[in-house]
């Protein structure tokens, strides 16, 4: 079955300081890979996705970028963080065309920026 | 533009009653739709999905939930509540537009009472 592993689970750092949040996928192939951040009361905010190796979009403009270096690697980075980089981080994934394109979600990582 | 509507931010029943969160869209063709559920500080969960079929779709933990294309609803349902259910409740929406993307409405708290 799949699994989806996201790390860290807690994070604190402080403003200008980079960031990198790890995701990574196992028991399928080629899946789409998605980043969200959910803030109180808003919801879910899709940052990135990626269809495949090397292939991000940017769904809104921001101080983090996303790379996938590896087939079921997706990782979220920033090199200087802001106050506002703060909140709850998911990494999902979907296959296309498979299970009718459910996305699934892995535990989620709290970015505190103080 | 796509959108995902939870009227209810928050939602106050007592162990045993019914209980029914809606979820409005706002989408051209019939779309994939789902409803997950958050424990605080954990991932989403999938509870159901529905893609084509009958109308009425059964999920875990005793949850169903109804397409009604006229009124371009999905609202949850459970007979009910049990104290465990209390949680965050994530309607999404997933569409394709180069590849599948998944819009998430603002969720709705429920709170169970003993």
């Known amino acids: 079955s799949q699994t989806i592993h996201q790390w860290p689970a807690t994070l604190v750092q402080p403003v200008g300081s980079p960031l990198s949040l790890e995701c990574t996928v196992e028991?399928?192939?080629?899946?789409?890979l998605y980043w969200y951040r959910q803030a109180a009361g808003r919801g879910l905010q899709l940052l990135f996705y990626?269809?495949?190796?090397?292939?991000i979009s940017s769904e809104v403009p921001q101080n983090l970028s996303a790379s996938r270096p590896q087939d079921r690697q997706f990782i979220l980075s920033s090199k200087k963080l802001l106050l506002s980089d703060s909140g709850f981080y998911l990494c999902?994934?979907?296959?296309?065309?498979?299970?009718?394109?459910?996305?699934?979600f892995g535990e989620g990582s709290w970015l505190t920026v103080v | 533009a796509q959108s995902v509507t939870q009227p209810d931010i928050h939602i106050t029943v007592s162990e045993g009653a019914s209980l029914e969160l809606r979820c409005n869209y706002s989408?051209?063709?019939?779309?994939?739709l789902f409803w997950y559920v958050q424990s605080p500080g954990q991932g989403l969960q999938l509870l159901l999905k529905?893609?084509?079929?009958?109308?009425l779709v059964q999920g875990i933990k005793g949850f169903e939930a109804e397409f009604k294309r006229s009124q371009s609803s999905f609202n949850l349902r459970k007979p009910s509540v049990h104290w465990s259910d209390a949680a965050e409740y994530f309607c999404?929406?997933?569409?394709?537009?180069?590849?599948?993307?998944?819009?998430f409405g603002t969720g709705t708290r429920l709170k169970v009472l003993a």
């Open positions: 990626s269809v495949g190796i090397g292939q």
């Open positions: 529905y893609f084509s079929g009958d109308t």
């Open positions: 999404a929406v997933g569409r394709y537009s180069g590849t599948y993307k998944y819009i």
């Open positions: 028991g399928t192939s080629n899946p789409n």
């Open positions: 999902a994934w979907s296959v296309p065309h498979s299970s009718g394109n459910t996305i699934y």
């Open positions: 989408y051209g063709a019939t779309p994939y």
